[in-house]
């Protein structure tokens, strides 16, 4: 008897700390019952503090990847994590082209290390604005990340929330663990027509390495699993946030989400 797995391909770097990139994608989707696809755009010399190198995998190679991937499943959604750079963002570009439009994008639009590292080429910002975003389901930034794409710092939230879905992106999920210390963590989903839900998360003590990862990845997997977004946001933060009470130091920095807990769907 055949069972029907949701597909989930995933474009990320490969952290051989098993916190964030690749290994996150991986665990994430399996813990929902999701089949992964993992394209690797670059192998990454980190552990749990930070980032030491980067080494961008040829666009060539993550086409090939992905085209033998598509070619061959039917692949239900499409999460992007770190890219790095704007060649690694055309094969994206090409391989969602491939995958048709009926499938949804998920975006994480990694641009720094949790320990403020930049992991973004020159002009990869205005890649995803200009090519990526106008392709997108579903992006995901902290607070920061959020205001590099939006092209300024100043003015309020919702102002660069604007400028962000101005680009065509249809859902932009801004997550405040960056923001207001102390206090509980605020998340946010917003559409064309504005606020579309708010979620207030009690606040983990310590830092953590691949939350963004895995709540990108959550998120796609239950889009594939057939939620709407409002849903599907929704039920990805119950999901990294359980990751993150159960995670562990497992080094001498950030904490591990722990993604495999049974009771974090």
């Not at 946010?188 to 939350?211: I, N, Q």
Request: hydrophobic share 50%; charged share 15%.
């Amino acid at each position: 008897m055949s069972l029907k797995v949701p597909v989930v391909l995933t474009m990320s770097g490969l952290d051989p700390s098993g916190g964030a990139g690749c290994v996150a994608d991986i665990q994430t989707l399996a813990a929902l019952g999701v089949h992964s696809a993992p394209i690797i755009t670059a192998l990454t010399v980190q552990d749990s503090v930070d980032v030491q190198s980067v080494v961008a995998v040829k666009p060539e190679l993550i086409l090939e990847q992905g085209r033998a991937v598509l070619s061959d499943f039917q692949v239900n959604a499409i999460k992007i994590g770190m890219l790095g750079s704007v060649a690694a963002l055309s094969a994206a570009e090409t391989l969602i082209r491939l995958a048709g439009s009926a499938v949804p994008v998920i975006v994480d639009p990694v641009l720094a290390s949790g320990s403020g590292s930049s992991l973004a080429a020159p002009g990869l910002v205005v890649a995803l604005q200009e090519r990526l975003l106008p392709m997108t389901l579903v992006v995901t930034p902290n607070v920061m990340e959020l205001a590099q794409l939006a092209g300024f710092a100043d003015g309020g939230l919702v102002d660069q929330v604007e400028r962000v879905l101005s680009f065509g992106v249809s859902f932009v999920l801004v997550t405040g663990t960056h923001s207001e210390p102390g206090g509980p963590v605020v998340n946010r989903l917003f559409d064309a027509d504005g606020l579309v839900d708010e979620s207030e998360w009690p606040r983990l003590p310590g830092e953590y390495h691949g939350s963004g990862c895995t709540l990108a990845a959550a998120v796609g997997g239950y889009l594939a699993r057939g939620l709407s977004v409002a849903e599907a946001v929704r039920s990805a933060q119950c999901f990294t946030w359980n990751a993150l009470k159960t995670g562990a130091r497992l080094g001498a920095g950030q904490q591990i989400p722990f993604r495999l807990n049974p009771g974090a769907d």
